[in-house]
């Protein structure tokens, strides 16, 4: 199991269902692909994010009908700062993929996709508890883990690991 | 009209027409498993509405895992699930392992899948025996903790640790099996199918345990798939889906099994599911006894990532230095990140790993079932009884510190 290359070229990977289904759908959609280590990652542009997942969930080629895990990568201090990332699990085609939508640290706003898979609404508290990306459209945002008077997002790069002094 | 007659004071609404009372069950409640706070919300007996609050455990693992070395981070994985620690070590060995594109040895790959189908009865022993003893049935958790004991005692045996692991090792694991283990844990498979017989026998057809369980906590596939349930619990309603089968990982696919399901998705078809996985886990530890092979490597190939065998660092230079580079300096990974799922006890696991190409991971995030699970308990428990609460929290079988982590 030697370690190939990525594979970056979205052309390239037109033979996963996955890409194929959601070029044909909307290729405005996309902001970049990748195939590493036997897994699929998408880029989606912010704004279509909904309507995307929406896709993936109820198209016949994919149904991605579980929503895996949401979680957050902070790249500081390059921009943009933050990627949100979702691993989506299809039960009746046992793949997965991820999607991951880039965040600019000036504007962490993001649409929820509760709408989309309920499960999102532990995950996205979470997210939010520790990085401080704002879920949109989330009926309860409120910090998960840390006390509710927490301040900061403790696991952003610039919050020290021992906490501040 | 003034509903009072205290000038200055204003009653909004008429006394009496507030029907619904606020309960607090928890943190400390002990039928939580853990440290569970649950905001209920009752009109006479009936659940209007549940609401977990979680965090009372929450120890910023994943924080802590970005200041430590690669091979430092497995002792913390065991802390995040206590009841299944070497599927924690496992999942997050074989994330690293992918980073890093590593070949396990075959008997490496067979030591682990063995121990962790341990693992998975130890959990489903402890879930089985709290359960029980959380409905009323306090005898069957002196039975599950009597074969628990045995269990820990081999996890003793072959790491030093009754609970805290940490035997696997990125590339392999710790040590060789201990002389006479294998005949340990064959006597214990041997005599561990009459002994869930005994459990069936205390449970199954009670008419008590049966009035309690049956028809509770009800949840359809589509909700349970909606709100990323996995494990026993979705298998209970009737979605066939187990990672071990459909993903295979450690060499599972070698493995003959069959995935226990129901269709009727309320807390019987839960314990149901679960004891049938028992006697699939003792299955799969029987192969293993019979398949293992005999002698070979327990760890991969790779003197720049695995540690040299004691007896080589003390007698060559090469093997002294890389273990003094490994010790001080860790290993690098290649730059790229991976997700690893694992069908743990309670559901799948999953680890995601990002690697910026250094020594330390640049991110760890833990996927963990319980928390995924947790979502469930509401849909399961509102509009139905209050004492059914109990019940719906013992059948989703979750670890508060794997919510929390």
């Known amino acids: 199991m030697a370690l190939t290359p990525a594979i970056t070229d979205i052309e390239q990977l037109r033979d996963k269902p996955e890409v194929e289904a959601l070029l044909g759908w909307n290729q405005a959609a996309i902001a970049g692909a990748k195939f590493d280590r036997n897994e699929l990652t998408i880029w989606l542009n912010r704004d279509q994010l909904i309507p995307a997942m929406q896709f993936l969930r109820d198209n016949e080629a994919t149904r991605f009908n579980l929503l895996s895990d949401v979680t957050c990568v902070d790249w500081f201090p390059s921009e943009p700062r933050f990627e949100v990332v979702y691993q989506i699990t299809s039960i009746p085609r046992k793949t997965r993929m991820r999607v991951k939508v880039k965040l600019d640290s000036s504007d962490t706003r993001i649409a929820s996709v509760i709408s989309v898979w309920p499960s999102s609404n532990f995950f996205e508290r979470e997210v939010f508890d520790l990085f401080g990306i704002q879920f949109e459209g989330h009926p309860y945002m409120k910090r998960i883990m840390m006390p509710e008077d927490w301040k900061g997002h403790p696991l952003r790069k610039d919050y020290p690991v021992e906490g501040y002094r | 009209m003034a509903l009072t007659s205290t000038p200055g004071v204003t009653v909004e609404r008429e006394p009496g027409a507030d029907t619904t009372m606020i309960l607090n069950m928890g943190p400390q409640h002990p039928s939580t498993h853990g440290v569970l706070r649950l905001v209920v919300e009752i009109d006479g007996e009936t659940i209007v509405r549940i609401m977990p609050d979680i965090g009372y455990l929450h120890t910023g693992i994943e924080k802590t895992t970005e200041a430590k070395f690669y091979q430092q981070v497995v002792p913390l994985t065991d802390r995040i699930d206590y009841l299944c620690p070497m599927t924690n070590n496992l999942t997050y060995c074989l994330a690293v392992e992918k980073l890093l594109g590593m070949e396990i040895p075959k008997r490496a790959q067979w030591i682990r899948v063995m121990l962790n189908e341990l693992t998975r009865i130890n959990s489903h022993l402890v879930w089985l025996g709290t359960h029980a003893m959380d409905i009323g049935a306090l005898t069957v958790f002196l039975y599950c903790f009597r074969e628990r004991?045995?269990?820990?005692?081999?996890?003793?045996?072959?790491?030093?640790?009754?609970?805290?692991?940490?035997?696997?090792?990125?590339?392999?694991?710790?040590?060789?099996?201990?002389?006479?283990?294998?005949?340990?844990?064959?006597?214990?498979?041997?005599r561990f199918p009459a002994n869930v017989d005994e459990y069936e026998n205390l449970l199954t057809n009670n008419p008590i345990w049966i009035n309690r369980l049956k028809g509770v906590a009800y949840i359809s596939p589509e909700d349970a798939i909606a709100l990323g349930t996995t494990g026993p619990t979705l298998r209970a309603c009737?979605?066939?889906?187990?990672?071990?089968?459909?993903?295979?990982?450690?060499?599972?696919?070698?493995?003959?099994?069959?995935?226990?399901?129901?269709?009727?998705?309320?807390?019987?078809?839960?314990?149901?599911?679960?004891?049938?996985?028992?006697?699939?886990?003792?299955?799969?530890?029987?192969?293993?006894?019979?398949?293992?092979?005999?002698?070979?490597?327990?760890?991969?190939?790779?003197?720049?990532v695995v540690l040299p065998d004691r007896e080589k660092m003390k007698t060559q230079m090469e093997s002294l230095i890389y273990h003094f580079k490994i010790v001080t300096e860790g290993f690098t990974v290649p730059a790229g990140e991976v997700y690893q799922a694992v069908e743990s006890p309670r559901g799948?696991?999953?680890?995601?790993?990002?690697?910026?190409?250094?020594?330390?991971?640049?991110?760890v995030h833990m996927r963990s079932p319980s928390f995924a699970n947790l979502q469930a308990l509401p849909a399961m428990c509102e509009g139905r009884l209050i004492a059914d609460v109990v019940a719906a929290i013992g059948s989703i079988d979750i670890v508060l510190g794997d919510v929390d982590r």
């Open chain 2, 149 to 190: 004991e045995d269990l820990l005692r081999l996890f003793e045996m072959v790491s030093g640790q009754r609970m805290m692991t940490s035997y696997f090792r990125i590339g392999g694991v710790s040590l060789d099996l201990p002389l006479g283990f294998l005949e340990r844990v064959k006597d214990f498979a041997d």
């Open chain 2, 238 to 304: 009737g979605i066939d889906y187990d990672l071990r089968r459909d993903a295979p990982y450690s060499g599972y696919e070698n493995f003959k099994f069959k995935v226990p399901t129901s269709t009727v998705g309320d807390v019987y078809a839960r314990y149901l599911v679960r004891v049938q996985e028992l006697r699939e886990s003792i299955g799969i530890v029987q192969q293993c006894l019979q398949g293992m092979p005999e002698a070979g490597p327990i760890k991969a190939d790779a003197p720049k």
């Open chain 2, 348 to 363: 799948e696991m999953g680890y995601y790993i990002v690697s910026d190409g250094t020594a330390k991971p640049y991110r």
